[in-house]
């Protein structure tokens, strides 16, 4: 997601907003902007800091979560990923996975909203099943929450951080046919984050 002015963000989050602090037109030697959003703004990783006291933060995230061949699967079509939607598809050697749901085509054609509360979310049943996989490293989703909107328990995020799984957040995989990628995943490095901003890559011939 391109961060802009007035873009969709999650309730409550503080939203996207840029400022010059220094400014050419204004007689000053350089342009230098100021900026303020929440952590989870826009495209963004979640860390287990997130949901976990304990937790590490972004900046100990593994690299090799961030990096490498990762799988985007096709789940548009239902309103919920759950296991059974997962079992025939993961292929048995995945460690990163992107899915694919109705959400894309609303982020990439209403990129400011408004916020979408019925969005394709990932279900307790298919976070189980993912974690007990034991080499999933990363799973992304295409809007800005994994989890089902107004679950106060948030199974999903509970789950998969607590398994140390990286939670990848607000990808827009509209144009993206389902297969095999390479990932290249940069968050900011920002200590003791539960979440930071973050430019999301998929690579064809890498593969």
């Given at each position: 997601?391109?961060?802009?002015?007035?873009m969709?963000?999650?309730?409550?989050?503080?939203?996207?907003?840029?400022q010059?602090?220094r400014?050419?037109?204004?007689?000053d030697?350089?342009?230098?902007?100021?900026?303020?959003?929440?952590?989870?703004?826009?495209?963004h990783?979640?860390?287990?800091?997130?949901?976990?006291e304990?937790?590490?933060?972004?900046?100990?995230?593994p690299?090799d979560?961030?990096?490498?061949p990762?799988?985007?699967?096709?789940?548009?079509?239902?309103?919920?990923v759950?296991?059974?939607?997962?079992?025939?598809?993961?292929l048995?050697?995945?460690?990163?996975?992107?899915?694919?749901?109705?959400?894309?085509?609303?982020?990439?054609?209403?990129?400011?909203?408004?916020?979408n509360?019925d969005?394709?979310?990932?279900?307790?049943?298919?976070?189980?099943?993912?974690?007990?996989?034991?080499i999933?490293?990363?799973?992304?989703?295409?809007?800005?929450?994994?989890?089902k909107s107004?679950?106060?328990?948030?199974?999903a995020?509970?789950?998969?951080?607590?398994?140390?799984?990286?939670?990848l957040?607000?990808?827009v995989?509209?144009?993206?046919?389902p297969?095999?990628?390479?990932?290249?995943?940069?968050?900011?490095?920002?200590?003791e984050?539960?979440?930071a901003?973050?430019?999301?890559?998929?690579?064809e011939?890498?593969i």
């Amino acid at each position: 997601m391109t961060l802009t002015h007035g873009m969709v963000t999650y309730p409550k989050d503080l939203p996207y907003q840029r400022q010059l602090q220094r400014s050419i037109k204004r007689g000053d030697s350089s342009n230098v902007s100021q900026l303020e959003m929440s952590a989870h703004t826009g495209s963004h990783v979640d860390s287990p800091l997130h949901y976990i006291e304990d937790g590490y933060g972004v900046s100990d995230i593994p690299l090799d979560h961030l990096y490498g061949p990762v799988q985007v699967i096709d789940c548009r079509g239902i309103p919920a990923v759950t296991a059974d939607a997962l079992k025939p598809k993961l292929l048995s050697q995945t460690q990163r996975l992107l899915l694919k749901t109705d959400n894309s085509r609303q982020l990439a054609d209403n990129p400011d909203g408004p916020f979408n509360p019925d969005f394709v979310y990932l279900d307790k049943s298919a976070a189980v099943f993912l974690a007990e996989q034991g080499i999933i490293s990363l799973v992304g989703i295409d809007y800005l929450s994994i989890d089902k909107s107004g679950l106060a328990d948030k199974p999903a995020h509970h789950i998969l951080l607590k398994n140390k799984i990286t939670i990848l957040e607000g990808i827009v995989l509209a144009d993206i046919k389902p297969g095999l990628y390479f990932l290249a995943c940069g968050p900011l490095k920002m200590a003791e984050s539960d979440g930071a901003p973050c430019r999301a890559v998929l690579i064809e011939d890498l593969i």
